[in-house]
């Protein structure tokens, strides 16, 4: 007898269960499985054989869900590196691999059966319950537990299934998605056949018939039914006609939905390296082969070429005959960073990202393993995409915390996950930024990552310094009486640009009008009643929005507390900045680029594209205008408020507002002329302010390196955050006091010195969605061991590497 370990989807199970397999079976590796859990049935990935069973007892594998294996056994070493180091679930990582729509549940089905004459003896509620399942034969469990809660639901299906009225069994629910297949017509018949069929058929007046016959028969493959349809005006009932004379078949054909097919793309050839570029690659291709893959970090101010560089490097890895992957934060956000790509490698390039229809996920999915693309594109995700022979994976813009997933398990890294895959296939990793991670940056410092850079940028007037920044104290304004958004020269500025008929980009690091609203008497704040975080004022609507949960309400004439009418609207957004550039300016054209009006499926694109389009002289925007755009006719990029985030009570808000000053800075000037950016800020001596005003990434790295060795941040220990989160305020404080104590005397029992604890304190956002939320950072160098054999109870979640806020 053979065993299988099987990872199985059900939440809270860690590790693999021991199944037996049938002699009548042939299981493989990563295959998926159907197994019994419990009283239930599930899914489950294969992730290990062995002629041994791991336990005493074990059930047998029902029966196989796919005849061939979903993952590679290296897909497999990776999700059980995913499952140690971040934590979670086995199945949670294998998820992350598996097609899309491939999970299914089972569903309950509870059907009537036997003689309904006892009836009289039910009670109302049973009645009902019996009418539901009456009208359509079947109901689900999930039905009842709609119309009763899933108490009742229980009890009364118990009684009815006991009392021998209904049966209750188990289906699987029906494939979310499926191949897509369209009609095709294709001729049967051979060449004498058709020859005398068309005599035949213009003798007796059926020249349709002959029309469409003769035409098949010059092409050199089967055609769609529309298609032949629309070319030769011919109704479907003439196909048909020949269909059943047997001289064509309809045959559904597999066709792709394919997610570019609304964009067209020229081809491009490759430009000739400038210098730098040329010193760059060369010392990528120096270090490519030796040893062990490298990781590089190719760090380049915005606009020096480094996609230049990733085109160069994946050609390189196409003439293999391998594949890459090539992350970047936000797909959305980045169409033109597909395009390049697709102009330049036409035919070969998958996109994956969750905003595609479920269809085109399933048919991209499918592409990428049968090795029809040489390059996947798409977010974090796309790190576990199924192409055949991984060569190469690049990470865009590798500082962006898009790459970590925060709000389901598993919580990876896609850089650390990816530095590990490459690993595992033997592929080179290159990271990409203008702007670092500061962890990033002292890897490759200590000579972890091969350093390469680029230090000039390209425009077409060849190499071209970066643009001025003049940052501005707002508290001058202040005193000077100007209590405007502007300040005097940012309005100066604009002004000029605008009548130099040149683009300006605005820049706000939040959304809505006012961030907060409170009683200039009282200090009253509205806050969200259920998450506790300020609520936030839309002008449009006149309504305050919690950004998180998304919890909406009028905005109120007077203080609920004082019941006094003076409410202050504290703070700017987009809005209110489009209302007094609308004033200030009333010719110029203005766009706004906030997650409020982008809501729609290619909005983005269609965004960019009227701005680059010179339809608006103006775009005002949050955080989305810094990811990587590259707009030639922008000369002015302001920047609103540059203490928006400085203030965060997070180590790494420093490096965040850095980051994010720098990337907008690097928007203008990246055409034909020279470009000039203005920071507001009352802040104007902060070091983060400051070297990004200087475009100086090392000064700025030197200070913050310092800060984090002296206060024990990372790079230099390891955080691991564990938050509770309850209804109930005083138990979740409760909870998180014993939690903590459990994990000192651990620490007492395994004799670990390294290791000391944050908290517990209530979490940044302390209520999210009407549950209280309490906070533990373990902070220690090398805890993977001690972490491991932690058992967390349930309300627990445990968040690994975090990156949000501290
Ligand atoms: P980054 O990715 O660092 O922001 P890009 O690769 O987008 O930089 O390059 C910036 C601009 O310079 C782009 O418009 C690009 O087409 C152009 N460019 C890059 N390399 C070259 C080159 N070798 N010759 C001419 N133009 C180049
Ligand atoms: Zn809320």
């Known amino acids: 007898m053979s065993y299988a370990e099987v990872a199985v989807n059900s939440p809270g199970s860690r590790s693999s269960f021991c199944y037996a397999i049938p002699s009548k079976l042939n299981i493989d590796v990563g295959q998926a499985v159907w197994v019994p859990f419990g009283a239930r049935v599930i899914q489950g990935i294969v992730v290990g054989l062995s002629e041994q069973p791991s336990v005493q007892a074990t059930k047998e594998i029902l029966e196989p869900a796919t005849d061939y294996p979903l993952l590679s056994p290296m897909q497999i070493e990776l999700a059980q590196w995913v499952s140690e180091h971040y934590l979670c679930p086995l199945f949670d990582a294998i998820a992350l691999m598996l097609p899309p729509g491939f999970q299914r ?3 309950t089905y509870l059907r009537l059966v036997g003689c309904q004459d006892s009836l009289p003896s039910l009670t109302p509620e049973q009645r009902q319950a019996l009418h539901l399942i009456e009208k359509t034969g079947k109901a689900s469990l999930k039905e009842l537990e709609r119309k009763f809660g899933a108490k009742k639901a229980k009890q009364l299906t118990d009684q009815l299934v006991h009392r021998q009225l209904i049966t209750m069994n188990q289906e699987l629910e029906p494939p979310r998605v499926k191949p897509k297949t369209i009609p095709y017509v294709k001729l049967t018949a051979d060449k004498d056949e058709i020859k005398s069929e068309m005599t035949r058929l213009n003798k007796c007046r059926a020249y349709r018939q002959a029309e469409l016959l003769d035409f098949l028969n010059q092409q050199t493959q089967p055609i769609p039914v529309n298609e032949l349809r629309s070319r030769l005006h011919c109704p479907l009932a003439v196909i048909r006609t020949l269909e059943n004379h047997h001289l064509v078949s309809i045959e559904p054909v597999h066709v792709r939905r394919d997610p570019m097919s609304h964009l067209s793309f020229t081809p491009t050839s490759p430009p000739v390296f400038t210098l730098s570029q040329q010193a760059a690659w060369k010392s990528i291709q120096d270090n490519w082969n030796r040893g062990s893959p490298p990781v590089f970090l190719l760090f380049g101010v915005t606009g020096s070429g480094k996609t230049e560089i990733y085109l160069g490097a994946l050609a390189k890895v196409i003439a293999t005959g391998r594949q890459s992957a090539c992350l970047v934060p936000e797909i959305a956000l980045t169409p033109q960073t597909v395009d390049r790509f697709a102009s330049r490698f036409p035919g070969r390039v998958a996109v994956l990202h969750s905003g595609l229809s479920p269809g085109e996920q399933f048919d991209e999915w499918q592409w990428i393993k049968e ?3 040489d390059v996947v594109i798409g977010p974090r995700s796309a790190l576990f995409a199924p192409l055949p022979d991984l060569g190469l994976i690049i990470i865009d813009e590798e500082h962006e915390w898009t790459y970590k997933q925060e709000d389901r398990s598993p919580r990876y890294h896609a850089r650390d996950v990816a530095i590990r895959l490459a690993r595992l296939s033997d592929a080179v ?54 209590t405007s958004l502007f300040s ?24 809505g009008t006012a961030t907060f ?9 509205f806050r969200c009643p259920r998450c506790s975080i300020a609520l936030t004022y839309h002008s449009m609507e006149r309504k305050l929005t ?52 982008t809501t729609k499926r290619h909005a983005h694109e269609e965004l960019l594209t009227a701005f680059r389009d010179r339809k608006a002289d103006v775009l005002i925007g949050t955080q989305m205008i810094a990811k990587g755009l590259d707009m030639p006719q922008v000369t002015l990029a302001g ?30 000037g990246r055409g034909l002329k020279a470009g000039e950016v203005i920071i507001q800020t009352y802040s104007p001596d902060n070091y983060a302010i400051q070297s990004a005003a200087k475009h100086d990434y090392l000064g700025f790295y030197n200070q913050e390196i310092e800060y984090r060795r002296r206060y024990d941040y990372p790079p230099f220990s390891q955080f691991t955050r564990l938050v509770y989160a309850h209804t109930n305020n005083e ?5 998180a006091e014993r939690m903590s104590q459990v994990i000192l005397n651990e620490k007492e029992r395994t004799g670990i010195t390294n290791l000391s604890l944050i908290g517990p304190v209530p979490a940044f956002a302390a209520r999210v969605r009407g549950r209280y939320r309490w906070q533990i950072i373990i902070r220690g160098n090398d805890l993977d061991q001690f972490l491991s054999q932690m058992a967390l109870p349930q309300g627990w979640t445990v968040d690994v590497d975090p990156v949000g806020i501290i």
């Open 639 to 668: 920047i609103i408020s540059a203490d928006t985030g400085l203030n965060f009570p997070d180590f790494r808000a420093g490096e965040r507002a850095f980051q994010l000053l720098c990337q907008v800075a690097g928007r203008a």
């Open 429 to 482: 990793v290159i990271l990409g930024s203008a702007t670092p991670d500061i962890e990033t940056f002292h890897k490759a410092q200590l000579g972890q990552y091969h350093l390469v850079e680029l230090r000039e940028r390209i425009t077409p007037r060849g190499y071209s310094p970066l643009p001025e920044v003049n940052i501005i104290d707002m508290k001058e304004e202040l005193r000077a009486g100007n």
């Open 517 to 525: 609203v409170q009683c200039r008497d009282c200090g009253f704040v």
């Open 105 to 107: 549940q089972t569903i």
């Open 488 to 511: 005097r020269s940012l309005l100066a500025v604009m002004k000029e640009t605008l009548r130099r008929d040149e683009q300006v980009i605005l820049f706000l690091n939040r959304r």
């Open 731 to 735: 138990l979740c404080r409760r909870e």
């Open 371 to 373: 090795g029809n693309c």
């Open 546 to 597: 919690c950004h998180r949960c998304h919890y909406s309400t009028p905005v109120p004439q007077a203080c609920p507390q004082c019941l006094n009418r003076r409410l202050k609207f504290f703070g700017i957004g987009t809005q209110r900045i489009e209302d007094e550039v609308k004033c200030l300016f009333p010719q110029a054209r203005l766009l706004r680029w906030d997650k409020d009006v």
